[in-house]
């Protein structure tokens, strides 16, 4: 008997580590709190963009500069986990981000304030936007995406309307931006894609079935 429970133990153990991966892969590469420090440090460049904190080349400067964390954070979920050595180093690297926002609106370089331009077209860009809130609905309703996985996507998809948002303050779209936008996109693509396919679903509720009609009885 004892040599039967260790052999189930060591069989339930395998089990475990083979499935542990794709439970918990895409739990370990999230990361909610950079996301959040990206989107608030979006915002404050918009901002110093429209008060004339900022100028048009500062403001180049810093969108370089949060390319080059979102290519290390891309870089860091290539494995799908994060080590905490390589969230910890993105959160440094965000903070100086922070630190250089603030520098650079307020030093003494500063533009004309200027009004919020019209909304410019962005022919591609919006149109993968919708298809992939689509995708990422019919992933809720077929039960393919958790209620976790498709608070993760929403949040990405967020984080590219907010880098959007950024990118159109002077009103227009360089081919730099309009490329990273997609690069985005793409990843966000390949991440619902990946959730949708991984080994958690969501339960589908099955509609109770009618009661038969009681048989007649035979004459």
């Known amino acids: 008997m004892k040599t039967l429970h260790v052999g189930t133990t060591i069989i339930v153990l395998l089990c475990g580590g083979a499935a542990g991966p794709n439970l918990f892969s895409a739990e370990r590469a999230h990361t909610p709190g950079l996301n959040g420090r990206q989107q608030a ?18 403001r180049k400067k810093l969108g370089k500069e949060q390319q080059a964390l979102r290519t290390e954070e891309r870089a ?35 533009s004309a304030p200027r009004p919020v331009p019209a909304r410019p077209p962005a022919p ?24 976790t996985e498709s608070a993760q996507i929403r949040q990405e998809q967020q984080s590219i309307r907010a880098e959007e948002k950024a990118y159109r303050a002077d009103g ?15 990843q966000a693509s390949q991440d619902i894609y990946q959730q949708k396919h991984d080994a958690q ?13 009681a048989p007649t009885p035979a004459k």
């Not at 404050?44 to 048009?56: A, F, Y």
């Not at 919006?126 to 209620?147: D, I, K």
């Open 41 to 58: 440090q979006q915002s404050r460049i918009h901002q110093g963009v429209r008060s004339g904190e900022l100028t048009p080349e500062e």
């Open 76 to 110: 860091s979920k290539a494995d799908g986990i994060i080590t905490p050595t390589e969230r910890k180093d993105l959160h440094q690297d965000a903070k100086q981000l922070s630190r250089d926002i603030y520098r650079q609106k307020h030093d003494a370089q500063a």
């Open 124 to 147: 591609g860009v919006n149109t993968r936007q919708q298809w992939q809130r689509e995708r990422v609905a019919q992933g809720v309703r077929s039960g393919q995406l958790t209620r």
């Open 172 to 186: 227009k779209l360089t081919v730099a931006e309009r490329k990273d936008l997609h690069q985005d996109l793409h």
């Open 201 to 213: 679903t969501r339960p589908r509720v099955t509609p109770p079935l009618a009661p038969r009609p």
